[in-house]
């Protein structure tokens, strides 16, 4: 059950700046920890940020930190990821996903794809 729809990818050139979002619906999002993963061609998938069901913890992996921040409104349902000072490292399929330990809960999106290239 639910669904989450990620939007924003593109192509964009180093240095830049996008904003991902990731819409939820049909289930409880202000219960769930949010997060964001990548996976780049011949990758295994990484986890790049999460934020907590209240928005007050989030963390993020030393590649991105200082660059990305990851938000959330829970009045809207929605997740975001801005991401600054691109680079093509950062290229990749990015990946909405809901979790909660109690009860069991996961769900991920479609994936958008983010491309940093001059």
């Known amino acids: 059950q639910g669904q989450l729809v990620e939007s924003g990818g593109g192509l964009v050139q180093p240095g830049g700046s996008l904003r991902l979002s990731c819409a939820a619906s049909?289930?409880?999002?202000?219960?769930?920890?949010m997060r964001w993963y990548r996976q780049a061609p011949g990758k295994e998938r990484e986890l790049v940020a999460t934020i907590t069901p209240a928005g007050g913890i989030t963390t993020y992996v030393d590649s991105v930190k200082g660059r990305f921040t990851i938000s959330r409104d829970n009045a809207k349902n929605t997740v975001v990821l801005q991401m600054n000072s691109l680079i093509p490292e950062d290229t990749a399929v990015y990946y909405c996903?809901?979790?909660?330990?109690?009860?069991?809960?996961?769900?991920w999106g479609q994936g958008t794809q983010v491309t940093v290239s001059s």
């Open positions: 996903n809901a979790v909660r330990a109690f009860p069991w809960y996961s769900n």
């Open positions: 049909g289930f409880t999002f202000s219960r769930c920890t």
